[in-house]
C-alpha cells in the first residue's frame, strides 16, 4: 500500500516529467516519449491524486478537464488595458509612421524596431501568482474582457505553472488552431452531413466563448505569445526571449531591425509575405514596434490604438466589389466562358477588375446578377473567383442572369451548342483544331506578324501532326522536327523556324492585332498600342479607360476586358513570354502625324489599301472608315466614293491626291 509521503513525491516526479512532455511536444513540436507512455503517466497520476485528493494542486496536469458548465462569462477589467493596432498597406505608411514618432521622441531618435508576425486568431491575457496560472481574459472592449479561465485551461500548450515562481505574471497572445487541424475538423463535418466551419479563426473564438468547457476540451486549440506585460522588461525582444524561457510559444518569427536598416526590414516583410502560406498558422500581416519600452509607453495611445506600433497588412486574399456588367469570352476551343466585370479592387497586392465565372452553371448556383456585391479571391494568382453573392446588398430592379440570351446579344452570328454531359457552350461546328488553325493563319498573317511560310497548309501540317497545339508552340518548333513532315525539306523547315524566330519582338500593335480579339482590328490595336504602351498595361486596364480612346464604345471594351479574363489567353500570353516573345513598345516622340486622322477612297495605283492604312500608323495618325469633323484629310485614289468627297467637302476637309499622300508619308 502506497503511503501518504510516497504518493506525494511520486505524484511530483509524475507532474515533473508530464509537463516537459508537454512542453517539448505543444511548445517546441518535439517528442520526447510516445503519445501512449505520456497517457500512461497521466492515468496513474489521476489514479494517485483520486487515492490522495488533498494532494491535488491548481497547476497539476489533471486539472486541464473541462469542469462543470457556466451560467454566463464573468466580466474583468484590465489591469492594462488590451489595445489593437493601427493598420498601414505601404512602404511609405510606414515610413509616415516612422517620421511622426522621430519627432515626438526625445532627441528624435529611434534606435531599433522589434517585428513578429501577427497572429489571426483569439487575443486573450494569461495571469499567474506565485508561478501558478489562475486566470484568463479576453480582450473584449480593450478595457473589460470576460473570464474564459475554465476553458482557456483545456489548451494543452498553455502551462499551468511557469519554469520560473515570479509573483505576478500576465502573459498576452493568441488562441488559434492551425491550419492542418481546421481542414481535419471539416473533413469531420462534412463526413457526418453537418455545416463546415468559415475559418480557423472563428472556430477558435468560438470555442473559447462556449460555456461549456468540454466543447474547448474537445478542439485542437493553441495559445501563441506575443506580449509579456508583467513583469515590464526594457525590450520587446527580452519580453520575448523571458516568455520562451516560462515554457510559452511563440511564433518564432520575431525579429530586431536597427533604425538604420530600413532596406532590410522592408525585404523581410517581402520575405514573410512570400512564404506565410507555409506556416501552419493563418497570419495577415506583421507587427512593428518600438524595441524600447519605456519610449514605447511615453509615445502612449490616440484613440484605441499606440503610436509605437503598427501592423503592416499583408496584401488582403478576399474583398468585396460590385458586378458592372457579364461578358462571355470565346477561348481558343470555341468554349463561351462567362466573366464578371467588375469595379477595380485590391486583392492579394493587384487591382482586380474581372472575375471568372466558369460556367452556366456556375452562375445559376451564384445566382450572380449585374449589380450585386460580391465577395472574390484568388485562386491560383491567375483569375480572381467570386466566392459569394451577398445577397442582402442586391439593388431591388435586378433580374437572374439569363446565359443563352447573353450569349445571343454578344454573338448574333454565331450558334451555340451544350453537348449532353457538358457544362460549357461551345461554338456550334466548330472544332478545337480548326478554331486553333485559323487564330494561327491570323497570329502570321501581314496585318499581323507576316511570319513568312506560315501559310494555310503549312499550319494544317503542323497542327494535324500535332507539333503545334497552341500559338504558343510555334516558338518551340525543332528544324529536325519540322523538316520530317511531308510538306518540308531541311532548307524550308530552316526558313520557317527562323521566320517564326525573327518574330519575337513584333510592333505592340501587331501583336495585339495578332491576338485576334474580337472586334479589335489593326486600327484599334494601333490605338490601343499608342495609348497604353505595354501588353502588361493593356491587360490591366478598365472599361472606363477603354471607353476614354477615341472610336472604342462599350462593345469593343467589352470584348478586350473578356479577351484578357480569360485564363486560357492569359496562360498564352504567360508562356509567350516566357518563350521571349516580347512586343516593342511604340515610339511616338517625333512621329509626324502623331494626332492627325486620315481617310482612303478609291483604288491607290502605288499600294493596296492595307499597306497605306500601315504607313499612316507607323507615322503615328489614326486611319479611320468615316469621315468626321477630326478628320484631317480624306486621301483620295482613283473612283473615290461620292459619299465620302461630299462629306469632307460639306465639312470642309481637305482632300489630297495619291501623289500628295506619297509625299506625306515619304
Not at 503549312?458 to 507539333?467: I, Y
Request: glycine share 6%; with cysteine.
Amino acid at each position: 500500500m502506497t503511503t501518504k509521503n510516497e504518493a506525494e513525491s511520486r505524484i511530483k516526479k509524475l507532474r515533473e516529467i508530464i509537463n516537459d512532455y508537454r512542453y517539448h511536444y505543444h511548445v517546441l513540436d518535439e517528442s520526447i516519449m510516445s503519445e501512449a507512455a505520456a497517457d500512461s503517466l497521466k492515468h496513474e497520476l489521476s489514479q494517485l491524486e483520486a487515492e490522495f485528493p488533498e494532494l491535488i494542486t491548481p497547476d497539476s496536469p489533471t486539472q486541464r478537464v473541462a469542469g462543470k458548465p457556466l451560467d454566463k462569462f464573468q466580466k474583468v477589467t484590465h489591469e492594462k488595458r488590451m489595445i489593437s493596432l493601427a493598420d498601414v498597406f505601404s512602404r511609405e505608411e510606414v515610413l509616415d509612421w516612422i517620421s511622426r514618432n522621430e519627432k515626438l521622441v526625445p532627441g528624435g531618435k529611434i534606435h531599433e524596431f522589434f517585428t513578429d508576425i501577427k497572429m489571426d486568431g483569439l487575443a486573450c491575457a494569461l495571469k499567474y501568482r506565485n508561478g501558478v496560472f489562475y486566470q484568463a481574459v479576453t480582450r473584449g472592449d480593450g478595457m473589460v474582457g470576460e473570464d474564459v479561465t475554465q476553458n482557456v485551461k483545456t489548451i494543452e500548450n498553455i502551462p499551468l505553472r511557469l519554469s520560473e515562481d515570479l509573483d505576478e505574471v500576465e502573459v498576452r497572445g493568441e488562441i488559434i488552431i492551425f491550419k492542418e487541424d481546421f481542414e481535419k475538423i471539416n473533413a469531420a463535418q462534412k463526413k457526418k452531413g453537418e455545416p463546415e466551419f468559415a475559418n480557423p479563426r472563428n472556430l477558435a473564438a468560438g470555442s473559447i466563448r462556449q460555456l461549456d468547457p468540454k466543447i474547448a476540451a474537445s478542439r485542437p486549440l493553441r495559445f501563441i505569445a506575443y506580449d509579456l506585460v508583467k513583469p515590464n522588461l526594457p525590450t520587446h525582444k527580452e519580453a520575448y526571449e523571458m516568455l520562451r524561457a516560462l515554457g510559452f510559444r511563440t511564433s518564432n518569427e520575431d525579429r530586431v531591425f536597427k533604425a538604420t536598416e530600413q532596406k532590410e526590414l522592408f525585404e523581410y516583410i517581402d520575405k514573410l509575405d512570400e512564404y506565410r502560406k507555409g506556416l501552419p498558422f493563418n497570419t495577415d500581416g506583421m507587427v512593428i514596434k518600438i524595441n524600447d519600452r519605456e519610449v514605447y509607453d511615453k509615445l502612449g495611445i490616440v484613440g484605441k490604438t499606440p503610436r509605437a506600433a503598427v501592423a503592416f497588412k499583408f496584401p488582403a486574399e478576399e474583398s468585396t466589389t460590385k458586378v458592372r456588367d457579364i461578358v462571355i469570352s470565346i477561348g481558343r476551343t470555341g468554349a463561351a466562358t462567362p466573366v464578371a466585370i467588375l469595379d477595380p479592387v485590391q486583392v492579394a497586392g493587384s487591382t482586380v477588375q474581372h472575375a471568372s465565372l466558369h460556367n452556366a452553371d456556375e452562375i445559376a448556383r451564384l445566382d450572380v446578377r449585374i449589380g450585386d456585391t460580391v465577395i472574390i479571391y484568388k485562386a491560383g494568382d491567375i483569375i480572381p473567383q467570386v466566392k459569394e453573392v451577398l445577397t442582402t446588398l442586391r439593388p431591388a430592379n435586378t433580374k437572374p442572369f439569363s446565359y443563352e440570351e447573353a450569349l445571343k446579344a454578344q454573338y448574333p452570328e454565331l450558334e451555340f451548342i451544350r453537348p449532353a454531359g457538358e457544362v460549357v457552350y461551345r461554338v456550334k461546328g466548330e472544332t478545337s483544331d480548326f478554331i486553333l488553325k485559323r487564330s494561327i493563319e491570323y497570329y502570321a498573317s501581314k496585318p499581323a506578324l507576316n511570319i513568312e511560310g506560315l501559310g494555310e497548309k503549312n499550319v494544317v501540317a503542323l497542327v494535324d501532326s500535332g507539333l503545334v497545339k497552341s500559338i504558343a508552340d510555334l516558338y518551340k518548333l525543332k528544324v529536325e522536327n519540322v523538316q520530317k513532315l511531308e510538306r518540308f525539306a531541311e532548307l524550308s523547315a530552316k526558313n520557317l523556324v527562323s521566320a517564326i524566330e525573327n518574330s519575337k519582338t513584333p510592333p505592340l500593335n501587331k501583336f495585339i492585332t495578332a491576338l485576334g480579339i474580337r472586334h479589335v482590328g489593326a486600327q484599334t490595336a494601333t490605338a490601343l498600342a499608342n495609348h497604353f504602351g505595354s501588353i502588361e498595361a493593356l491587360q490591366d486596364t478598365t472599361k472606363d479607360q477603354l471607353i476614354e480612346i477615341p472610336d472604342i464604345g462599350e462593345v469593343v471594351a467589352e470584348s478586350i476586358l473578356a479577351y484578357f479574363s480569360d485564363e486560357d489567353n492569359l496562360n498564352l500570353l504567360s508562356e509567350l513570354k516566357e518563350l521571349g516573345v516580347k512586343p516593342e513598345k511604340p515610339n511616338l516622340d517625333n512621329a509626324p502625324l502623331k494626332g492627325k486622322s486620315y481617310i482612303i477612297t478609291g483604288t491607290l495605283s502605288s499600294m493596296g489599301r492595307e499597306v497605306a492604312e500601315e504607313k499612316l500608323r507607323e507615322k503615328g495618325a489614326t486611319v479611320t472608315s468615316s469621315v468626321t469633323k477630326t478628320t484631317t484629310a480624306l486621301i483620295c485614289g482613283e473612283k473615290p466614293g461620292k459619299g465620302k468627297t461630299d462629306k469632307a467637302a460639306k465639312l470642309n476637309i481637305k482632300t489630297i491626291t495619291e501623289a500628295e499622300f506619297l509625299k506625306l508619308i515619304s
